[in-house]
Nanobody
């Protein structure tokens, strides 16, 4: 299973960005999907996850209603819509696929993409 994240780039504070995670070699419907991020010199941290049916959503507290995770199993793709971006959101964003255990922890995910860099700066 391979995951390819895209959609990162340089954005200004307050702007929005849509990240995509395309899955190949497997189908998203078989996996619990998540987004993590890792800023320079910081630990990888959980951002959001979505269950197989798209009905069970989990978000990190720092999201504060700004981000939305969704999935389109017909396209084998998971999305992370990010609004009201702040400089503190600058990080490499990684998507991952897991089995639904430890959904807020990296150890709960078995497959990882290479990440896409989001830089929030004026």
């Amino acid at each position: 299973v391979q995951l390819q994240a895209s959609g990162g780039g340089l954005v200004q504070p307050g702007d929005s960005a849509l990240l995509s995670c395309a899955v190949s070699g497997g189908t998203t419907s078989n996996y619990f999907m998540g987004w993590f991020r890792q800023a320079p010199r910081k630990e990888r941290e959980f951002v959001a996850s979505i269950n197989w049916r798209g009905t069970g959503l989990h978000y990190a507290d720092f999201v504060k209603g700004r981000f939305t995770i969704s999935r389109d199993d017909a396209k084998n793709t998971v999305y992370l819509q990010m609004n009201s971006l702040e400089p503190e959101d600058t990080a490499v964003y990684l998507c991952a696929a897991g089995d639904g255990n430890y959904v807020r922890e990296p150890k709960g995910y078995h497959y990882w993409g290479q990440g896409t860099l989001v830089t929030v700066s004026s």
